[in-house]
C-alpha cells in the first residue's frame, strides 16, 4: 500500500539517526515506481547531502534501496517486498495505543465501529474496578442519548433521526441534545455522567447486546427521563467532583467521517478541572489511530 501521508515529526525521538533512516524510506515508498535524486530527497527532508548520501549508501548494499544506473536516481529495493506489513500489523499498533491509554486513564479502554445503527466494540483493554467488563462485540445502539461523539458530527437529518429512535421525550430532552451536541462538535468528546439510574440501564443493555428495538429504545428512554445527559462546559466549571461513567471520542476518516468512536471508562469520581485532561488524553489517542489508520490501512 502507498500513502501521501507526511511523516511524523512532533514525537521526540531517541534516535534521530534512525528516523532520518525511516524518513527515506518513506519518502521512496510513497511512490515505489518513481526515482528521486539526490538533491530531491536531501531539499524534502532537509537533511545534509552527505548524510542523505550515507544512509542511501548503505541501504543500497542492503538491496531496500535501488540506484539507478544510469540516472543516479534512487527507488525502493527488492528487497523491501520481503518486509512487507504482516497481516494485523495494524490492529497490534492500534491495540498497543489503547492500553498505554488504558494506563494513563486507569480505565478500560473500547474502539467502537460503526455498523448500521450500532456502534459495535471491536478492541478492548484495561478495567475499570467500578464496571463490569465489556468484551468485544458489546453493542450501543444509535438512539438518543447514546452514541452522542459518533452522531454530533452526522448531518442535521440523521441526528434527528438518532432523536426520533427513542420514541416521545420531553421537549426539555431534545432542546438539551441539540446543545449537547453542539458542546461535543467543539469539545471533541462526549462525557457519561454515572448515576444510578444510568448504572441499571447500562447493566440490561450488557445483557441485550444494544440490538435496536422496542426494550432498548424504552431503556434509551428510561436514561432521557431519569437523568442529565452529558455536560455542558459551564457545567463543568464549579470545582466539584462528578463521577464520570466514560468520555468518548470519533475517529476520523481522511474524508472527514466517523466510522469508529474511542471510550475511555472510569465510573469514579474527578474533579471538574481533571475532566478536560482526560479528554485531551482522549483525544490524542484518537488522533493516533486515525494517523495510523490513515497511513497504514486497517489490516
Request: contains cysteine.
Amino acid at each position: 500500500m502507498t500513502t501521501n501521508a507526511p511523516v511524523q515529526t512532533d514525537r521526540r525521538s531517541s534516535s534521530p539517526p534512525t528516523d532520518r533512516v525511516v524518513a527515506i524510506m518513506q519518502l521512496l515508498g510513497r511512490n515505489p515506481l518513481r526515482s528521486y535524486s539526490l538533491a530531491e530527497i536531501e531539499r524534502t527532508l532537509e537533511i545534509s547531502r552527505a548524510t542523505a548520501h550515507a544512509i542511501l549508501s548503505a541501504l543500497v548494499g542492503h538491496d531496500w534501496v535501488v540506484r539507478d544506473y544510469d540516472s543516479g536516481h534512487y527507488s525502493c529495493g527488492p528487497a523491501i517486498a520481503a518486509l512487507a506489513r504482516p497481516a494485523g500489523a495494524t490492529t497490534r499498533r492500534i491495540r498497543a495505543r489503547l492500553g498505554e491509554l488504558a494506563d494513563t486513564v486507569h480505565g478500560q479502554v473500547l474502539l467502537f465501529e460503526a455498523r448500521d445503527e450500532a456502534l459495535v466494540a471491536i478492541e478492548t483493554v484495561g478495567s475499570a474496578p467500578d464496571s463490569p467488563p465489556a468484551a468485544a462485540g458489546f453493542t450501543v445502539p444509535l438512539v438518543a442519548p447514546f452514541g452522542r461523539e459518533f452522531i454530533a458530527f452526522a448531518s442535521p437529518d440523521e441526528q434527528q433521526a438518532w432523536l426520533d429512535r427513542v420514541g416521545p421525550t420531553a421537549h426539555a430532552f431534545s432542546a438539551r441534545m441539540k446543545e449537547v451536541l453542539a458542546q461535543v462538535r467543539t469539545r471533541g468528546y462526549a462525557i457519561e455522567r454515572r448515576t444510578r439510574e444510568f448504572n441499571r440501564v447500562f447493566a440490561a443493555m450488557h445483557a441485550l447486546s444494544g440490538e435496536i428495538d422496542a426494550i432498548t429504545a424504552r431503556l434509551a428512554a428510561a436514561v432521557a427521563d431519569l437523568t442529565v445527559v452529558d455536560f455542558l462546559d459551564d457545567e463543568l466549571t464549579d470545582g466539584r467532583e462528578h463521577t464520570i461513567a466514560s468520555l468518548s471520542a470519533p475517529i476520523f476518516t481522511p474524508g472527514g467521517a466517523v466510522a469508529k468512536t474511542l471510550s475511555a471508562v472510569l465510573v469514579r469520581p474527578v474533579p471538574a478541572d481533571a475532566v478536560a485532561a482526560l479528554g485531551a488524553e482522549l483525544r490524542r489517542a484518537a488522533t493516533d489511530i486515525e494517523y495510523m489508520i490513515a497511513t497504514y490501512g486497517e489490516a
